[in-house]
């Protein structure tokens, strides 16, 4: 097994992470070595996760028993706070870090501070971390120590206006971002918006005031942009488990009414295996991606005018999360960036 990837989890009883597991456990070149859990120490991880058995074969262990400094790379599943609180000491053993959680997201502190409510505790690993969205930097990934996954809404907003954004095409004082997430994007924790008869035949949205993605995106989009980027964005919870879908508003500047979006968007995604364009004029829906670790775009210019709609779906808890994690692993160890990762969608 010398040739393998020692893995590490932290947090491995969350919804991220339970998906971690699913798929790192049928990855050809992982050794699952250490899933942490300060709770269910001793517990079989298959024990609290039957659809595992047979393929994970072992059990929770509290941190302190785990030997993470052993590992090549270790995957944070964690609320915020928790990477940055091991990183220093993971990397002076040499383990690579990836974050699912947003400790790695924003390279301004402040702003982190601010909408985490915690102090960053590690600045000076923050500034040499990666944003792991590898379709945009898929060479500083390939050298990174600290990776920071990117967040489920950011992936589909990001990816869905950066063939714009770099060409400079639309109008950037005015881009809306109409996003709807299944309920797993909430966590696996017992809260009462969560639950069944609170959730199930119900739509809402949340966070309009506010939400901890918008600084990350527009972070994000300013970098791609390369000037100030006006965002509004809306999430909204949407009655199923799992899947998310982005409806994404833009005005086209009157210099490039003439463009050929669709091929535009094929062209720029044209090597990248988890980025779908569809034919224009597609209706993505989520279950065509769930499960898997594809992205879908479609694009759509009602009646030929200005306005540029643009559908992104995703599965929340793959290319949102877990598989998006996996294919940073993947380029940061040099493996082909699609091993472990080529599920195909379950439908229905």
């Known amino acids: 097994m010398s040739n393998h990837i ?21 990855h050809p070149r992982v050794k699952l070595h250490a899933i942490t859990s300060r709770k269910e120490d001793g517990m079989p991880v298959a024990e609290m996760y039957p659809n595992l058995r047979g393929h994970v074969d072992i059990a929770f262990s509290s941190p302190e028993k785990a030997a993470l400094n052993e590992c090549d790379v270790v995957f944070f599943a964690t609320p915020h706070g928790v990477a940055m609180a091991q990183a220093q000491e993971l990397l002076a053993a040499g383990v690579k870090v990836i974050d699912l959680a947003a400790d790695f997201r924003l390279q301004d502190t402040g702003v982190f501070e601010r909408w985490y409510k915690m102090p960053h505790s590690c600045p000076d690993i923050l500034a040499q971390s990666t944003y792991g969205l590898v379709e945009l930097n898929r060479d500083k990934v390939a050298k990174s120590q600290v990776i920071g996954n990117p967040g ?43 639950l069944f008869s609170e959730a199930s035949d119900n739509f809402k949205a949340y966070g309009v005031s506010g939400h901890r993605h918008h600084p990350e995106i527009v972070e994000q989009l300013n970098h791609i942009a390369q000037e100030p980027v006006n965002l509004t964005f809306v999430p909204h919870l949407v009655p199923m488990i799992r899947g998310m879908l982005s409806t994404l508003y833009v005005k086209i500047k009157s ?24 034919p ?41 999360a877990a598989g998006q994690a996996v294919q940073n692993m993947n380029v940061m160890f040099g493996l082909p960036e699609v091993t472990g990762l080529q599920h195909v969608a379950i439908l229905p």
């Open 152 to 194: 489920c809404y950011p992936t589909t907003v990001i990816l869905g206006l950066a063939p714009l954004l770099e060409k400079g095409l639309v109008d950037l004082s005015h881009i809306v971002a109409d996003c709807k997430s299944g309920v797993s994007g909430a966590g696996r924790k017992a809260e009462v918006p969560s």
């Open 6 to 26: 020692k893995v590490g989890i932290v947090g491995g009883t969350g919804y991220t992470g339970v998906e971690l597991l699913r798929l790192l456990s049928t």
């Open 280 to 320: 224009a004029g597609s209706l993505p829906e989520t279950r065509t991606v769930r499960a898997s670790n594809q992205l879908r775009i479609a694009l759509h210019r009602p009646g030929n005018g200005d306005t540029l709609v643009i559908v992104v779906v995703q599965d929340n808890l793959v290319k949102g």
């Open 255 to 278: 210099e490039a009414l003439n463009m050929d979006f669709q091929a535009l968007y094929e062209q720029r995604y044209a090597n990248e295996t988890f980025v779908d364009v569809m």
